[in-house]
């Protein structure tokens, strides 16, 4: 089944603590990016990645990294995460104008 | 710059249409997209007309899109309870599969 799956998808922590949101995709998709959804925001995106080491940032990339060594996978990492980061997080991986989206995961930063 | 409105909340009973409404500024964009979410869930993609197109229907579903006022909005005919969530329309533009959002219209439908 094609599909783009996160892990995890809840997750509490604590201020500064660094963490990694894992994204992966089977559809040999290139195109892959990360959004927040936030109330009354709509979904950001944070970063996005044209191809395998190519990764760019997109509207609200401060306070997060990412990489992409492999066409499948694409990660999240908050270094030093803050309350402000606390959110729903959406990856999606696109081909031909259509993204597929992620189940989201719920990051809670105390 | 990019800027996409909707209103936050609608309202409707079971059977009736619900119109769901849309605005947007950069009159660039290629494509325009209806996402739904369920609620726990992600984004399902619902419905998307190119910009040169002025209406498109999907079964229960019509997109009609005024390009001269920015305007974009879904119709969903004989509106079921299952069709409670959250729809966002989104645009796209040209070389880019970067989407931007509105923010977002909660849609309850009660029997």
């Known amino acids: 089944e094609a599909q783009v799956t996160q892990n995890p998808r809840y997750l509490i922590t604590v201020t500064g603590k660094k963490l990694t949101v894992t994204c992966s995709q089977n559809?040999?998709?290139?195109?892959m990016s990360w959004y927040r959804q936030d109330p009354g925001l709509g979904l950001r995106q944070i970063y996005y990645s044209m191809n395998v080491e190519v990764t760019d940032k997109g509207d609200v990339p401060e306070g997060y990294k990412v990489s992409r060594k492999e066409k499948r996978n694409f990660p999240l990492i908050l270094e030093s995460p803050s309350p402000n980061q606390t959110s729903l997080y959406f990856c999606a991986s696109s081909f031909a104008l259509t993204q597929y989206f992620g189940p989201g995961t719920r990051l809670t930063v105390l | 710059g990019e800027d996409v409105e909707q209103s936050l909340f609608l309202s409707v009973r079971e059977g009736d249409s619900s119109v769901i409404n849309c605005t947007y500024t950069d009159s660039s964009s290629t494509y325009l997209y209806w996402y739904k979410q369920e609620p726990g869930a992600g984004l399902q993609l619902l419905t998307y007309i190119f910009s040169n197109m002025d209406m498109k229907q999907d079964q229960r579903l019509t997109v009609l899109l005024n390009k001269k006022d920015k305007h974009l909005s879904l119709r969903i005919a004989d509106t079921q309870t299952g069709d409670s969530a959250i729809y966002f329309c989104a645009e796209s533009f040209d070389n880019t599969d970067k989407l931007i959002f509105g923010t977002g219209t909660r849609l309850q439908v009660f029997p």
């Open positions: 559809m040999n998709h290139e195109y």
